[in-house]
T-cell receptor, first 114, second 116 residues
Framework: AQSVTQPDIHITVSEGASLELRCNYS??????LFWYVQSPGQGLQLLLK??????LVQGIKGFEAEFKRSQSSFNLRKPSVHWSDAAEYFC????????????FGAGTRLTVKP | DSGVTQTPKHLITATGQRVTLRCSPR?????VYWYQQSLDQGLQFLIQ???????AKGNILERFSAQQFPDLHSELNLSSLELGDSALYFC???????????????FGEGSRLTVL
């Protein structure tokens, strides 16, 4: 079955430290991949997306993600975390075949320590 | 501001009742998606409409229905409400049919439904 897995429910990092949020997907063919962020009381906002080509994609707010086909992963990274990055992060995938079902991972809640 | 508007923002009702959630997509977007976000189920895809027609169905209960009107706004109807229906309901829109024009979804701020 098609699915998106975020193994970490909650991650705490210190401000200024680096961050990596994990995402794995299970699809027959490589899907389109996305990372969204949800701040408290807000809707989801797109951070970045991968369709094809360069496996390292840059997004907004200093985030980047690396697509690794061999590991079926699309991990989100940021070199130096700011307190304002505290939020819930969702990985999502959409199959490239004729299907409109975008699936989301369970989310990873990021806490930033001062 | 994503450009997607959802009303109401908050709604409290009783079990057995029926409610309607409304969504206005971004100007020019033809596709509307409905998602349910609850603590135990995460973000679940419910249903998608494209230019007035239903295009995809996810984990939508039979007690729930939706439609997209000629002006492209959409409504999600929830009936015979149960305690477990308490959740945040998101609407999202995109310019086209995702399979043909893959792109991001633009999310509204959600409608929080509480069933007592």
């Amino acid at each position: 079955a098609q699915s998106v897995t975020q193994p970490d429910i909650h991650i705490t990092v210190s401000e200024g430290a680096s961050l990596e949020l994990r995402c794995n997907y299970s699809y027959g063919a490589t899907p389109y991949l996305f990372w969204y962020v949800q701040s408290p009381g807000q809707g989801l906002q797109l951070l970045l997306k991968y369709f094809s080509g360069d496996t390292l994609v840059q997004g907004i707010k200093g985030f980047e993600a690396e697509f690794k086909r061999s590991q079926s992963s699309f991990n989100l990274r940021k070199p130096s975390v700011h307190w304002s990055d505290a939020a819930e992060y969702f990985c999502a995938a959409f199959p490239t075949t004729n299907n409109n079902d975008m699936r989301f991972g369970a989310g990873t809640r990021l806490t930033v320590k001062p | 501001d994503s450009g997607v508007t959802q009303t109401p923002k908050h709604l409290i009702t009783a079990t057995g009742q029926r409610v309607t959630l409304r969504c206005s997509p971004r100007s020019g977007d033809l596709s509307v998606y409905w998602y349910q976000q609850s603590l135990d189920q995460g973000l679940q895809f419910l249903i998608q409409y494209y230019n007035g027609e239903e295009r995809a169905k996810g984990n939508i209960l039979e007690r729930f229905s939706a439609q997209q009107f000629p002006d492209l706004h959409s409504e999600l109807n929830l009936s015979s409400l149960e305690l477990g229906d308490s959740a945040l309901y998101f609407c999202a829109s995109s310019p086209g049919y995702l399979a043909l024009t893959p792109g991001e979804l633009f999310f509204g701020e959600g409608s929080r439904l509480t069933v007592l």
